[in-house]
C-alpha cells in the first residue's frame, strides 16, 4: 500500500523560508514522477513543481523561489520554498505517479495516482 506523508509546514511571516518533506512507503521514488500541489478553499488544486529523478519543472509562481529535490535512497521528495509570499498561502501536497505521462504533464494531476494528506502552509504579511 502506497503512502504519502507530507510535513514542514506552519505559519511563517512573507520573505521567510520553509522546506516541506513527502515521505513515501510502499514506493519507490526512482524513475517516477514526483509532484507537488497546493490549494487554497473555493480554487482548483495547483501543480507548482514536479522531479524526475533530478529532472524539475516548476508553475510560473513557483520559479526561482522553489525547489524540489529528491533523495531516492530515502524515497522522500523536498519542496523548498524561499521568499514566501502571503499569496502562498495553501494546502501543499505531494504526489505520486502510477502511469508516466511523461515531462509535459507532471504539473497536471492526471499524472499521479498517490497523494498525501497535505500540509497547511500560511503566510502573513
Known amino acids: 500500500q502506497v503512502q504519502l506523508v507530507e510535513s514542514g509546514g506552519g505559519s511563517v511571516q512573507a520573505g521567510t523560508s520553509l522546506r516541506l518533506s513527502c515521505a513515501t512507503s510502499?514506493?519507490?521514488?526512482?524513475?517516477?514522477?514526483m509532484g507537488w500541489f497546493r490549494q487554497v478553499p473555493g480554487k482548483e488544486r495547483e501543480g507548482v513543481a514536479c522531479?524526475?529523478?533530478?529532472?524539475?519543472r516548476y508553475a510560473d509562481s513557483a520559479k526561482d523561489r522553489f525547489t524540489t529535490f529528491q533523495d531516492n535512497a530515502k524515497n522522500m521528495v523536498y519542496l523548498r520554498m524561499n521568499n514566501l509570499k502571503p499569496e502562498d498561502t495553501a494546502m501543499y501536497y505531494c504526489?505520486?505517479?502510477?502511469?508516466?505521462?511523461?515531462?509535459?504533464?507532471?504539473?497536471?494531476?492526471?499524472?499521479?495516482?498517490?497523494w498525501g494528506q497535505g500540509t497547511q502552509v500560511t503566510v502573513s504579511s
Open positions: 504526489a505520486a505517479s502510477g502511469v508516466d505521462y511523461g515531462l509535459q504533464w507532471c504539473l497536471s494531476e492526471i499524472s499521479y495516482d498517490y
Open positions: 510502499g514506493y519507490t521514488t526512482s524513475r517516477k514522477y
Open positions: 522531479i524526475y529523478d533530478g529532472i524539475t
